[in-house]
């Protein structure tokens, strides 16, 4: 078949593992670190939050947050990411990823901060504060996700690609495990300078005045790590792949890589114009090529992570709700507010030490080795298995002696979420689809996403309630109980599984012969019937 490969990209393509790899890994992968701490954090501090501005004198229960305040203050940072992942990704394939990604992190900064900020002492007045500024957060947060994606597959070589990738998304996972360090040292800290008894012994007391700081600590912690990064991200060049297949300067290109590489490239103008004047590499978004080509494609990205985060976020923002249910975290009357806060960061903390964290990790090791669509159906079928196995005896898990059980498996469902689809629903769409489209298609597969997480922020809360009212939160009607919304989930995971077969295998290939961005009008066909790279549909 005939190349047209820019030398450029096949240096890039080619090239051994060396250190400008390692400093985009950390430069992007700090952004994530970010990113999961602050999507993750608001579950440490929401029952604090309830029994903060939500007291009421004489309650056998303390203060939760209602229904609808639960809702907006879980989901509206996943409704601002949603948007953010949208407008970022068109954005980064029209102005370019390195325009854009400070503009995210400067975003992330200021409203982290914010977030701990609010206007009067009113629960009307905090909550509204905290939402607007949670929802511009999201929105910061959802530029991350094409942006990175996108700069990383395009610096990688193609031997390690899905590794580089998966590094830069597992820091989710030191995100999480961050949030949950420090919401432990910070309410550790607070509990032993102000000692309180528990709600049950004397209510008023149980909730110190100085507990209005440990939820705004927590919060604004998480501008730390995006400033640290913002003069790297800064420094970075233009990747290649944009500066010459989109923006169509190849002296810049082999400029910037020349030094980036550290050899002499050739600025091959004359290459870049055929490539960039050839019909099939001009087709649009909502072209019928672009159908025929990735649509399929599209659909299987879009539904896998949609489906994905259902599930994934459900567990993560209401594991505490679950482990409340089991007993495996006290009851919220035995307690005092910030010591509550402490058991619920413990257990999010081992969980993500225990399952989350090297599940990300056995990703990067092996999706060079296994692929990426042999790690996502595996992930699928095991979240399904694991989340049938907790829910059908449900009954046996609640049971005291039964309940570090129930802990371990739950755990699993994690690990197989991250050695899993949570990965790499993250790494395929920045691989699969031409450098004009990649920001904004990933875009459209995260925000798909996001609107899985939405459902599974709104729709677990009140699902998982008791179908008992007298034993239902404050507010909230009667809803389908925990094992029931197990079983939900298991079967979102098993129609992740189907939908896992639309999703073409891109392990060891270089990004244009995937996207057929320099070969002849056969290479797509090639892509789409060669076995060992996607399967039959």
């Keep these: 078949m005939a190349r047209e ?133 999201g929105f910061g947060i959802g530029g991350d996700y094409p942006l990175s994606a996108t700069i990383m597959s395009e610096y990688a070589n193609k031997k390690t690609r899905g590794a580089f990738i998966a590094a830069v998304f597992a820091m989710q996972g030191f995100g999480i495990l961050g949030g949950g360090i420090v919401g432990l040292i910070v309410s550790a800290a607070f509990d032993h300078a102000y000692k309180a008894p528990a709600y049950s012994v004397d209510a008023a007391a149980s909730t110190v005045p100085q507990a209005d700081y440990v939820w705004r600590i927590i919060l604004m912690f998480g501008a730390i790590p995006a400033a640290l990064t913002y003069y790297w991200r800064m420094k970075m060049p233009e990747t290649a792949r944009f500066t010459a297949l989109v923006a169509k300067k190849a002296k810049q290109a082999a400029a910037d890589m020349s030094k980036v590489l550290n050899m002499d490239l050739e600025a091959e103008e004359d290459k870049v114009i055929k490539i960039s004047t050839d019909r099939k590499n001009s087709f649009g978004l909502f072209s019928r090529e672009f159908l025929k080509r990735h649509g399929l494609h599209l659909l299987g990205t879009t539904t896998t992570w949609f489906l994905l985060d259902i599930a994934f976020y459900s567990q993560n923002l209401f594991q505490k709700d679950i482990f409340t249910a089991i007993g495996w975290i006290p009851k919220a009357a035995s307690m005092n507010a910030i010591h509550e806060v402490y058991k619920i960061a413990r257990a999010q903390t081992l969980i993500a030490l225990c399952s989350t964290v090297p599940g990300y990790w056995f990703t990067v090791a092996l999706i060079d080795i296994m692929g990426r669509f042999a790690i996502q ?92 009212p007298a034993k239902t939160d404050a507010g909230y009607p009667p809803g389908i109980g925990v094992r029931y919304s197990l079983i939900m989930l298991g079967v979102i995971n098993f129609f992740g599984m189907l939908f896992t077969l639309l999703v073409p295998e891109s392990k060891g290939k270089s990004l244009e012969e995937l996207t057929g961005e320099n070969g002849d009008e056969n290479d797509e066909k090639q892509i789409q019937m060669d076995p060992s790279r996607t399967v039959p549909i």
């Design 377 to 468: 159906l595996m992930g699928f079928f095991f979240m399904t298995v694991f989340m049938f196995a907790l829910a059908i005896p449900y009954h046996h898990w609640t049971l005291e002696p039964n309940r570090i059980g129930f802990v371990i498996m739950y755990s699993l469902t994690f690990f197989f979420a991250n050695f899993g689809p949570n990965a790499t629903t993250f790494v395929v769409p920045a691989e699969i689809f031409p450098a004009r489209l990649r920001s904004t298609c990933h875009g459209i597969s995260a925000a798909s996403g996001k609107a899985g997480a939405i459902i599974g922020a709104f729709g677990f809360l009140y699902a998982a309630q008791s179908t008992d």
């Design 5 to 137: 490969q820019l030398a450029v990209l096949n240096a890039l393509d080619a090239a051994k593992t060396q250190w400008y790899h390692f400093t985009a890994i950390v430069i992007a992968g700090m952004g994530f670190f970010t990113d999961a701490y602050d999507l993750f954090c608001i579950s440490l501090v929401t029952k604090l939050l309830g029994r903060i501005y939500y007291h009421v004198d004489g309650a056998p229960k303390p203060g939760t947050l209602p229904p609808n305040v639960a809702a907006a203050v879980n989901g509206v940072a996943l409704v601002g990411t949603l948007v953010g992942q949208l407008f970022f990704g068109w954005l980064g394939d029209k102005m370019g990823r390195k325009k854009v990604y400070g503009l995210t992190l400067i975003l992330m900064v200021v409203s982290s901060i914010a977030s701990g900020l609010s206007f009067g002492s009113s629960a009307k007045g905090v909550i509204a504060t905290l939402c607007f500024f949670r929802f511009w957060l």
